[in-house]
């Protein structure tokens, strides 16, 4: 019953990750190469978050 106030983590990974590809692209459409694939690994790094738990089964 407690649990049904919590966040689901994958849900605000999700947002994350979503908000990470749109900051690159700003970067790449402003010209910057290097703060784009910056944000692109961090993105990344996100996706391989969300891609565990939901292997484990977490959220």
Do not use: T
Request: hydrophobic letters at 40%; aromatic letters at 6%; charged letters at 40%.
């Amino acid at each position: 019953m407690f649990g049904l106030f919590k966040k689901d983590p994958i849900k605000q990974l999700e947002k994350e990750y979503s908000r990470l590809l749109e900051e690159a692209m700003a970067l790449q459409r402003g010209g910057d190469i290097k703060g784009y694939a910056a944000k692109s690994a961090e993105a990344e790094a996100v996706m391989d978050r969300i891609l565990e738990m939901r292997k484990d089964g977490k959220g």
